[in-house]
């Protein structure tokens, strides 16, 4: 038990304590189609203006912060405040301009668009 | 007999001594390893659920991500409380799926409440995937002052 004490003591004096929240993998359904790559991330009680989506590189990496008001009288708590985070590698040819995100019921859509260059083409014959 | 016992203690402290170790270890790095959210909910698949008890009525939140309101069922009665839902987790038509984390399309978590609730003057809203339900307290279970004469 001592011990334990020592270790709570070093993290309050630590200079390099960054991250407070506990990080979170969200759950993710992947999709593709011709068009887009389609992305759906549960992050429940994350506000649109706490979502952050880095496309950097080749990676994407989607962040979320949840911050709950402590409330008193707690009876039982089985969640809380939280970053949601998780990092993806995109392959190439997407077309970054139309990246587009929805939030909706505490679910993420992001649609990745496939730029022109990788998309399926038909290639029709001429008359010579 | 008794030496036995000392010796079988001995070796219990040392078990200890390793126990404190591993506590060090699981201290240090707990809260720094993500944690993966199985299915959203608890291991058995249900949503979480905060509880808190302010005096006059009990507050619980729930975690419901890709729920909307008509998806939801919550009954009341005296201090049984039964929330159920079904959501939609079929992606959209013409894609093909590469990643299949989000399950559980439908969950029914019942609890009794430790303290009746007046049922009728419950409500419930939904916001970014959570909802919190507000539980007036029946009058019997609310805090009476009492005035001294």
């Known amino acids: 038990m001592s011990q334990e004490k020592q270790v709570i003591q070093k993290e309050q004096t630590a200079p390099e304590k960054i991250a407070k929240l506990n990080v979170l993998i969200p759950s993710v359904d992947i999709y593709e189609n011709t068009e887009e790559y389609l992305l759906y991330v549960d992050i429940p009680g994350v506000n649109r203006e706490d979502i952050s989506i880095d496309l950097d590189n080749g990676q994407l990496t989607l962040t979320g912060n949840r911050y709950l008001e402590q409330s008193k009288g707690q009876l039982m708590e089985e969640f809380s405040s939280a970053q949601f985070r998780r990092v993806f590698s995109v392959p190439q040819g997407i077309d970054l301009a139309k990246v587009d995100a929805e939030l909706t019921d505490g679910v993420l859509r992001l649609h990745l668009p496939k730029s022109e260059a990788v998309k399926p083409r038909k290639i029709e014959i001429r008359e010579g | ?149």
């Open chain 2, 1 to 149: 007999m008794r030496t036995r016992f000392h010796d079988l203690q001995h070796l219990l402290s040392s078990m200890d001594a390793l126990q404190d170790r591993f506590n060090l270890l699981a201290g240090e790095t707990y809260n720094r390893l993500p944690i993966f959210e199985r299915g959203w909910g608890i291991p058995d698949g249900w949503p979480k659920m905060n509880l808190y008890d302010t005096g006059e009525q009990l507050e619980l939140n729930v975690e419901l991500p890709g729920y909307a309101k008509e998806d939801i069922n919550i009954k009341v009665q005296g201090n049984y409380l039964e929330i159920s839902g079904t959501r939609k987790t079929a992606g959209p038509e013409g894609y093909t799926v590469h990643r299949h984390e989000r399950e559980n399309p439908q969950f029914t978590r019942s609890m009794t409440l430790p303290i009746e609730v007046d049922s009728g003057l419950a409500t419930a809203s939904i916001k970014n995937g959570i909802l919190s339900l507000i539980l007036p307290k029946s009058v019997a279970a609310r805090p009476q002052q009492i005035t001294i004469r």
